[in-house]
């Protein structure tokens, strides 16, 4: 079966960086990608990655390692207003989005 | 606004009722999808069309769930004889072929 793997919840402090990880095994894969959904709000889009490395835009930035399954996504300098759900998704062999539950990030002040 | 835009944001319905959602996507995009999401879940896909054609259908949506999309552009989800268990935000999104995709701000049903 398809699976992806995330924590349920994190907590963090605002100013601090925290990362929130994410392992996936999917009848093949053809990108990777992190979605922030605010509570009560649609999912909007903050990173892909189909190659191996690490991809900065900002205060986040995510990392993917296709041979071990897993990607993380890297938030700096934590704001208040970052508290919200991560989702983690990958796109398999048909094209189609597989996703994860999430992750529910606090940022305690 | 250029975004995706849902109707209605929110429906409150009485269980064994048939509702019907709108999608508008982005004007350019081909593809659009539906999703269904509960709280603590990520989303759960329902279907999706390319153009006008629905090209792939979850196996785990009833008979009970129609879409179309008649010209391809805006889309319909219909929920026929509703379940308490329907009760979730139902999620449009649109792409340009395989890209990432824009999310509609969803319709929150509530079942009674």
């Known amino acids: 079966g398809q699976n992806i793997d995330q924590p349920t919840e994190m907590t963090a402090t605002e100013g601090a960086i925290v990362q929130i990880n994410c392992t996936y095994q999917?009848?093949?894969?053809?990108?990777l990608f992190w979605y922030q959904q605010h509570a009560g709000e649609a999912p909007t889009f903050l990173s892909y990655n189909v190659l191996d490395g690490l991809e900065e835009k900002g205060r986040f930035s995510s990392f993917l390692s296709r041979s071990k399954g897993y990607s993380y996504l890297l938030l700096k300098e934590l704001q208040m207003k970052d508290s919200a759900s991560y989702l983690c998704?990958?796109?398999?062999?048909?094209?189609?989005?597989?996703w994860g539950a999430g992750t529910k990030l606090i940022i305690k002040p | 606004d250029t975004g995706v835009s849902q109707n209605p944001r929110h429906k409150i319905t009485k269980r064994g009722q048939n509702v019907t959602f709108r999608c508008d996507p982005i004007s350019e995009h081909n593809r659009l999808y539906w999703y269904r999401q509960t709280l603590g879940q990520g989303p759960e896909f329902l279907t999706y069309?390319?153009?006008?054609?629905?090209?792939?259908k979850s196996r785990l949506l009833s008979d009970r769930f129609s879409a179309e999309r008649p010209k391809g552009s805006f889309s319909t989800l219909e929920i026929q004889r509703t379940e308490q268990g329907d009760s979730a935000m139902y999620l449009c999104?649109?792409?340009?072929?395989?890209?990432?995709?824009?999310f509609g701000p969803g319709t929150r049903l509530t079942v009674l």
């Open positions: 998704a990958v796109t398999d062999s048909n094209y189609q989005l597989i």
């Open positions: 999104a649109s792409s340009v072929g395989r890209n990432f995709q824009f």
């Open positions: 069309f390319q153009n006008e054609a629905q090209l792939e």
């Open positions: 999917t009848s093949g894969f053809n990108g």
